[in-house]
């Protein structure tokens, strides 16, 4: 029998093993110096040449082939063509003995190696390019792990470590071991580049240290260094230090020239057919300045790592001592890059180049020491602010990562579009790459420590000219369209799991952007654990750490590590804050649960506190933020600073469960400023703060922007001077938010952004009030200013002024998130403004400006995220113009008008009523345990003249809670749940709805309730009756309106005919052309049915033999009446004979609401929302039959006589599909008007706070503007700022008031409302 042996490429087995292989060593000019060698048949290196070799270029189809012998190969450059392969061991013969090759070659940019044809791309000079379709496998021997931890602490001058896991090290390698304290500090007395400020300060040295195998011991577990440690290496818990082998078999490196010139080799890796490294040392390459000249390059190789058979990976190699970064992936993606180490080098270490690598893995791998550069060899600006893992695409695979150093351990750092040279392959709004809107792969069990700014940053984002700027990670949902917005597309939540930092002189976590979800974080022994701005973002099941017993080594800085342990300060001071979580000062939700905090408590060398806001900011925090089930050990549970910024002021979180405050069910923390404090807050002084109960208003923000700070009028009231107030750089207060109900005033510096004269003022206010502003110093009131007002929900509002002198022209505009910008009319009072946005009013006696702002973003307005509720601001701003005379806009006198705390009983007609929600009032319903957990509270402002209810629920049952349900029943019943459009069941609940009739009844008498259900009590854990609780009448009854009687109109009765004009009161009056007819259309696929038209329902019709029976939806329904020459009679109106249009309506459906379009030939007349003034019981619904009235005066005829020729009829609310019933449709005259009946409830009926079950909350309201004290209310004028030096910051003030003496009048005028209103107060 013959065998036949076919050539054939082997990768498995021992390849250096094939009998056919060419040698070396019998090669022409194989050991001649500088010679240039071209290999095209298989070739096995099987000897060191003993001169330098000027090149090896490996053509296609042929191989060289490293035998496993220690062999060294001095040359300028490899270069492997393609067909080419380049070959040490394979995956099951690894290397086992030394093989080094060396590159050679000064510093040039020349292209050396040459080109790859296959997109032109240059590979340089000094190293080993594998070029497009080439391939190559080095697999040396690791004698592993590639990189364990440290089992016990190695104090300084020991000269053995203990080992986490047995190693197969051996004698004589190098090691390194990572420093376990603060990252370096540069001395300031040195010269140090501007670039390299964030370093900068006391010095303290770089801990990680460098060692040799002297030898192994316990099996693995102990080695002997061959000289001491110079620092100690704590471990317990979970502080420990990386040790990782830098040697190994195979060595590719920079020759001996390269540490002078800094101009090592490199490998340059392109679209390889097969590319796999494992147990490979890279030392002494990189080229320092030379743009794509790297360590390890993987250089635009597109989607070829998923297109072919064998992963691409680099794998238990080392990088170490290397002038240019150690692995970078360039528009390269589907590369495994794992339990790699890597050690000091310059620049980021492991570098995603452009923003288009996706799909990459890297895992397990460590980092240590990378250098900044910040010299004329810096390629991209961001390398001075040098990290481990520079990160510009999320959408790849982080696991197991250590980052060791460095400014950043981990950086994401997105552009919007890709950069370099992938910036013209994608282009601009690419449809499918959006590196700062990618969703994140997978971010698991990573750890960061000792670098001196943050151990893992999401912000300062990379920009197209390689600088960063301030922005945000929003992940969202592609493909991307040209010219999207990322509001039109669906977010996806960026989860961050596992991740452990320690030791970072900055922030443990540093994290900007939105939706970011971070699991089971350990932070500990930072400056700050975590700061995640603007949100959304919430931090769970997760451990935050002040100080550990991790002390560091405090003996290279006394005057700074104080206290015996080594601080994260740059500089000695004395104001040094130790926080957990800190609150960003704009945006939301924040998000807390389930967080544990230890160790945080001030002491004689710090402060310290779990929670805190952003120290020295310079601006006012949202009030979206939100606690719930916080734990605390050995911890101030919240500290802010005292010094004079907005940003130490204004904050306001809600703590939804009580486990920050002790309050129950909820409650507020609240820093120190009168205008957010009430009867109720708790002064904290260990928190520079309050705890504050929850209460019915909530809180907002309000913004007043001066739209050219450069331009304001600097002259005050007494005549000088103050040039700071136009200078943005100056932190001088400039002005000054008055609560005019209360009398209290609160500072703001205000801030600019973005380098514009734009200049924002922010205060956290409670809602329902009226406020105004006063300028520092009595300077004029800006020009032009905006306002808004933010960070609550819908139906929340305020009333604002602001003063100009008499004889001021106004130019007054409204916009709203759509862009849509509208004139706001003048009012003839300051009743007009509190029922409408649109108005304003200038009180020339005052001289005070009035607007109304509020938020209308609707019954849907809000979004949900991970059991927490986020309420919508709809973009309400009012800009102000204000062309004063002289062009100096100062009142004559700074005050406020008279009576101004009698505003709220004027011009505000809603009521209040709250609810106890309790286990109790449950139980007598369904099965509650006795000894069930759940405490609630809900407050309700209902509007008399609007029928509509606006309500706030707080409860501590957010984690279990599935759903908020409205019904109608006395104590212990229940007749019926009201259908409401979706309820936000999580804490803190804002919802509204209009009410019908009955309902009203129902409400006055505590016959309406609230019940919470959760998945432990699914049919109701608490409950709780609204009673009235809007003080007491003079009669001591509840003083809560009760409903006026009602018309006494019915569907059947009979108007003659002479008394209406008849549209459908039976089946035959639709008769199609030339009659009346039905026209319907559909809505969009996503309606739940199509329109459905019946003019001949008689199953169960309202009046008579039938009705119109419709179904709607998106679509809609017209009653037209045919127009022809022979067509009588024409459907003319004549409004002096006919007052009203009237239809009964009875929904089958629960709530419905309507709009009517009525219309002529040619045009529309009006569009009538049908609101509760229109509806005969306010509401129409299921429960019986309504009739809807609409004035003609509201149809807007053209003429006294009107063609009527259509009616359409179209849901104002489409989110489902109804269906309801219509009859007797007509136009009637005045004499078909109906009498009232008489009311069936009386003020006996009206139902106060009154105690059901279990224990009665004692002050259930703790705030509210409604004030019986007639002393209290004299207006008065606020007094004027003393002069002070404007380079210093002025201090605020709080609760000053000067007294007026009113008229006689004015006096009386008190008294009468004194009498009329005698009501309880806080």
């Known amino acids: 029998m013959m065998i036949i042996l076919l050539s054939c490429n082997v990768y498995g087995a021992c390849p250096q093993d094939d009998a056919s292989l060419v040698l070396f060593s019998s090669l022409s000019?194989?050991?001649?110096?500088?010679?240039?060698?071209?290999?095209?048949?298989?070739?096995?290196?099987?000897?060191?040449?003993?001169?330098?070799?000027?090149?090896?270029?490996?053509?296609?189809?042929?191989?060289?082939?490293?035998?496993?012998?220690?062999?060294?190969?001095?040359?300028?450059?490899?270069?492997?063509?393609?067909?080419?392969?380049?070959?040490?061991?394979?995956?099951?013969?690894?290397?086992?003995?030394?093989?080094?090759?060396?590159?050679?070659?000064?510093?040039?940019?020349?292209?050396?190696?040459?080109?790859?044809?296959?997109d032109n791309q240059v590979a340089g000079a000094k190293g080993i390019a594998f070029f497009t379709g080439?391939?190559?496998?080095?697999?040396?021997?690791?004698?592993?792990?590639?990189?364990?931890?440290?089992?016990?602490?190695?104090?300084?001058?020991?000269?053995?470590?203990?080992?986490?896991?047995?190693?197969?090290?051996?004698?004589?390698?190098?090691?390194?071991?990572?420093?376990?304290?603060?990252?370096?500090i540069l001395d300031y007395r040195g010269t140090i580049p501007k670039a390299l400020e964030w370093k900068r300060g006391i010095a303290f040295p770089d801990q990680n240290e460098e060692r040799k195998v002297s030898a192994i011991q316990n099996g693995g577990l102990t080695i002997v260094l061959d000289r001491p440690l110079n620092y100690t290496h704590f471990v317990k818990d979970y502080t420990t230090a990386e040790v990782g082998l830098l040697t190994r078999n195979i060595v590719l490196r920079g020759d001996p020239s390269s540490d002078q010139s800094e101009f090592g080799g490199h490998v340059f890796i392109r679209l390889v057919e097969k590319g796999q490294m494992q147990g490979v040392e890279f030392t002494k390459l990189g080229q320092r300045g030379v743009m794509g000249r790297y360590s390890v390059h993987f250089h635009i190789m597109g989607e070829k790592a998923f297109k072919v058979s064998d992963q691409i990976f680099l794998k238990d190699c080392s990088i170490h001592h290397a002038f240019q970064r150690c692995v970078t992936l360039h528009d390269s993606n589907g590369i495994l890059v794992e339990n790699n180490v890597c050690f000091d080098t310059f620049g980021h270490q492991y570098f995603l180049e452009d923003g288009t690598e996706m799909g990459n893995k890297l895992i397990n791998n460590i980092g240590i020491r990378p250098r900044p550069v910040a010299d004329d060899k810096q390629i991209i600006p961001s390398d001075s602010d040098v990290s481990v893992f520079w990160i510009t695409n999320p959408n790849n695979t982080f696991i197991g990562n250590r980052a060791v150093g460095g400014r950043f351990g981990f950086w994401f750092?997105?552009?919007?579009?890709?950069?370099?040279?992938?910036?013209?392959?994608?282009?601009?709004?690419?449809?499918?790459?959006?590196?700062?809107?990618?969703?994140?792969?997978?971010?698991?069990?990573?750890?960061?420590?000792?670098?001196?700014?943050?151990?893992?940053?999401?912000?300062?984002?990379?920009?197209?000219?390689?600088?960063t700027e301030l922005a945000g990670y929003n992940p969202l949902i592609g493909p991307y369209p040209k010219g999207v917005e990322t509001?039109?597309?669906?977010?996806?939540?960026?989860?961050?799991?596992?991740?452990?930092?320690?030791?970072?002189?900055?922030?443990?976590?540093?994290?900007?952007?939105?939706?970011?979800?971070?699991?089971?974080?350990?932070?500990?022994?930072?400056?700050?654990?975590?700061?995640?701005?603007?949100?959304?973002?919430?931090?769970?099941?997760?451990?935050?750490?002040?100080?550990?017993?991790?002390?560091?080594?405090?003996?290279?800085?006394?005057?700074?590590?104080?206290?015996?342990?080594?601080?994260?300060?740059?500089?000695?001071?004395?104001?040094?804050?130790?926080?957990?979580?800190?609150?960003?000062?704009?945006?939301?939700?924040?998000?807390?649960?389930?967080?544990?905090?230890?160790?945080?408590?001030?002491?004689?060398?710090?402060?310290?506190?779990?929670?805190?806001?952003?120290?020295?900011?310079?601006?006012?925090?949202?009030?979206?933020?939100?606690?719930?089930?916080?734990k605390f050990e050995n911890a101030n549970r919240y500290y802010v600073s005292t010094e004079l910024y907005d940003g130490n002021k204004g904050t306001n979180i809600l703590d939804i469960d009580g486990s920050v405050t002790d309050l129950k069910p909820s409650g507020w923390i609240v820093t120190n400023e009168s205008i957010t404090l009430f009867n109720g807050c708790v002064p904290k002084p260990e928190w520079n703060a309050y705890k504050c109960p929850v209460f019915a208003e909530g809180y907002g923000q309000l913004r007043v922007t001066n739209v050219d700070v450069t331009a304001t009028n600097i002259v005050g009231a007494d005549g000088k001077s103050y040039p700071d107030l136009a200078n943005p750089s100056k932190k001088v207060v400039r002005m000054?938010?008055?609560?005019?109900?209360?009398?209290?005033?609160?500072?703001?510096?205000?801030?600019?952004?973005?380098?514009?004269?734009?200049?924002?003022?922010?205060?956290?206010?409670?809602?329902?009030?009226?406020?105004?502003?006063?300028?520092?110093?009595?300077?004029?009131?800006?020009?032009?200013?905006?306002?808004?007002?933010?960070?609550?929900?819908?139906?929340?509002?305020?009333?604002?002024?602001?003063?100009?002198?008499?004889?001021?022209?106004?130019?007054?505009?409204?916009?709203?998130?759509?862009?849509?910008?509208?004139?706001?009319?003048?009012?003839?009072?300051?009743?007009?403004?509190?029922?409408?946005?649109s108005k304003y009013f200038y009180d020339s006696?005052?001289?005070?400006?009035?607007?109304?702002?509020?938020?209308?973003?609707?019954?849907?307005?809000?979004?949900?995220?991970?059991?927490?509720?986020?309420?919508?601001?709809?973009?309400?701003?009012?800009?102000?113009?204000?062309?004063?005379?002289?062009?100096?806009?100062?009142?004559?006198?700074?005050?406020?008008?008279?009576?101004?705390?009698?505003?709220?009983?004027?011009?505000?007609?809603?009521?209040?009523?709250?609810?106890?929600?309790?286990?109790?009032?449950?139980?007598?319903?369904?099965?509650?345990?006795?000894?069930?957990?759940?405490?609630?509270?809900?407050?309700?402002?209902?509007?008399?003249?609007?029928?509509?209810?606006?309500?706030?629920?707080?409860?501590?049952?957010?984690?279990?809670?599935?759903?908020?349900?409205v019904g109608i029943g006395e104590a212990g019943a229940e007749r019926r749940l009201i259908p409401l459009h979706k309820i936000s069941p999580y804490s803190l609940s804002r919802f509204s709805f209009d009410i019908s009739y009955d309902e009203w009844v129902s409400l006055v008498k505590g016959e309406m309730f609230i019940k919470i259900s959760t998945t432990q009590y699914p049919n109701g854990h608490l409950r709780g009756q609204l009673h009235c609780n809007n003080g007491k009448s003079s009669t001591g009854t509840p003083s809560c309106?009760?409903?006026?009687?009602?018309?006494?109109?019915?569907?059947?009765?009979?108007?003659?005919?002479?008394?209406?004009?008849?549209?459908?009161?039976?089946?035959?009056?639709?008769?199609?052309?030339?009659?009346?007819?039905?026209?319907?259309?559909?809505?969009?696929?996503?309606?739940?049915?199509?329109?459905?038209?019946?003019?001949?329902?008689?199953?169960?019709?309202?009046?008579?033999?039938?009705?119109?029976k419709f179904g709607l939806q998106s679509g809609g329904i017209q009653i037209a009446k045919h127009n022809a020459p022979t067509q009588t009679p024409n459907p003319i109106i004549d409004s002096s004979v006919f007052k009203y249009f009237e239809f009964f309506v009875k929904s089958l459906s629960g709530p419905l609401s309507l709009t009517l379009t009525f219309k002529d030939l040619s045009s529309d007349l009006a569009a009538i929302k049908i609101t509760s003034e229109y509806i005969q019981h306010y509401k129409i619904d299921d429960t019986k039959v309504t009739r809807v009235r609409i004035p003609v005066s509201d149809l807007k005829f053209k003429s006294v006589k009107q063609n009527v020729q259509y009616i359409v009829i179209t849901l104002t609310d489409r989110t489902s599909y109804k269906e309801f019933l219509i009859d007797n449709m007509r136009f009637v005259t005045n004499n078909a008007t109906?009498?009232?009946?008489?009311?069936?409830?009386?003020?006996?009926?009206?139902?106060?706070?009154?105690?059901?079950?279990?224990?009665?909350?004692?002050?259930?309201?703790?705030?509210?503007?409604?004030?019986?004290?007639?002393?209290?209310?004299?207006?008065?004028?606020?007094a004027s700022d003393k002069p002070q030096d404007s380079s210093k910051p002025q201090p605020g003030k709080s609760n000053t008031a000067s007294t007026i003496i009113g008229s006689g009048a004015t006096a009386l005028l008190l008294f009468i409302i004194y009498l009329l209103n005698t009501i309880a107060v806080y």
């Not at 490996?58 to 450059?77: E, H, M, P, Q």
């Open 487 to 630: 509001w039109e597309l669906k977010s996806i939540d960026a989860i961050f799991e596992g991740l452990i930092a320690f030791k970072n002189r900055g922030y443990g976590v540093w994290a900007r952007g939105g939706p970011l979800v971070f699991k089971n974080l350990t932070l500990f022994d930072n400056m700050n654990q975590m700061n995640s701005p603007p949100g959304p973002s919430i931090i769970m099941d997760s451990v935050m750490i002040g100080e550990t017993e991790n002390t560091g080594d405090s003996s290279f800085r006394p005057t700074v590590d104080v206290g015996g342990r080594s601080r994260p300060r740059l500089w000695s001071t004395n104001t040094e804050i130790i926080k957990g979580y800190e609150t960003y000062d704009n945006g939301g939700p924040q998000i807390l649960r389930n967080v544990l905090f230890k160790n945080l408590m001030t002491n004689e060398y710090r402060y310290a506190g779990a929670l805190g806001s952003l120290s020295n900011a310079p601006f006012k925090h949202q009030t979206r933020n939100r606690y719930a089930e916080i």
């Open 134 to 184: 080439s391939k190559y496998q080095m697999f040396g021997a690791v004698n592993g792990p590639s990189w364990t931890l440290l089992s016990q602490t190695a104090s300084k001058g020991s000269q053995t470590i203990q080992l986490k896991n047995n190693v197969s090290w051996k004698v004589g390698d190098s090691i390194v071991i990572a420093s376990t304290d603060y990252g370096e």
């Open 845 to 965: 006696e005052s001289e005070h400006l009035f607007i109304k702002l509020e938020n209308k973003a609707g019954k849907s307005g809000f979004s949900e995220r991970w059991g927490f509720t986020d309420y919508n601001y709809d973009g309400f701003v009012i800009t102000i113009n204000a062309a004063c005379p002289g062009n100096r806009c100062a009142p004559s006198a700074y005050r406020l008008p008279e009576n101004v705390k009698y505003y709220h009983l004027k011009y505000i007609k809603e009521e209040r009523y709250i609810a106890n929600l309790q286990t109790c009032q449950q139980s007598t319903i369904t099965t509650v345990a006795n000894d069930a957990a759940g405490q609630g509270i809900a407050y309700a402002f209902f509007s008399p003249s609007s029928r509509t209810l606006d309500v706030a629920v707080h409860h501590d049952l957010t984690k279990i809670v599935t759903k908020i349900e």
């Open 413 to 467: 750092t997105m552009p919007k579009d890709a950069t370099g040279a992938s910036a013209g392959k994608y282009g601009t709004e690419n449809f499918y790459v959006r590196p700062r809107w990618q969703p994140l792969g997978a971010f698991k069990f990573n750890v960061a420590h000792s670098t001196t700014g943050n151990g893992f940053e999401i912000d300062n984002m990379e920009k197209s000219d390689g600088t």
């Open 29 to 118: 000019g194989w050991n001649t110096l500088n010679s240039a060698l071209t290999i095209t048949q298989r070739v096995k290196v099987d000897q060191s040449p003993t001169n330098k070799l000027k090149s090896i270029t490996i053509k296609n189809g042929g191989a060289l082939i490293f035998d496993d012998k220690n062999l060294n190969l001095d040359l300028d450059y490899i270069l492997v063509e393609s067909g080419g392969e380049f070959i040490m061991g394979s995956d099951s013969c690894p290397i086992q003995n030394k093989i080094i090759i060396t590159f050679y070659g000064d510093r040039t940019t020349d292209n050396i190696i040459g080109t790859d044809l296959f």
């Open 1041 to 1108: 309106s009760l409903p006026p009687p009602l018309p006494k109109a019915s569907a059947c009765d009979s108007i003659d005919n002479n008394l209406m004009f008849n549209i459908y009161r039976e089946a035959e009056d639709i008769k199609g052309w030339p009659y009346w007819d039905l026209w319907v259309w559909n809505g969009p696929n996503t309606d739940t049915a199509n329109t459905s038209v019946n003019a001949n329902y008689n199953v169960a019709p309202i009046c008579g033999k039938s009705s119109f």
């Open 736 to 837: 000054n938010f008055v609560d005019m109900l209360r009398g209290h005033s609160i500072p703001a510096l205000g801030a600019t952004s973005g380098g514009t004269p734009r200049l924002t003022l922010l205060a956290n206010v409670i809602m329902r009030g009226f406020y105004t502003i006063r300028p520092a110093y009595d300077t004029p009131t800006p020009a032009k200013i905006e306002v808004s007002l933010e960070s609550n929900a819908d139906r929340d509002w305020i009333i604002f002024s602001a003063q100009y002198p008499r004889g001021t022209q106004f130019t007054i505009t409204s916009a709203v998130w759509s862009g849509q910008v509208t004139a706001l009319s003048a009012a003839s009072s300051l009743q007009e403004v509190v029922a409408d946005r």
């Open 1234 to 1278: 109906d009498s009232s009946t008489t009311s069936i409830v009386t003020n006996n009926d009206i139902k106060g706070v009154t105690s059901i079950c279990g224990t009665q909350v004692t002050d259930p309201d703790p705030f509210t503007y409604i004030i019986n004290d007639v002393s209290a209310l004299p207006s008065f004028v606020m």
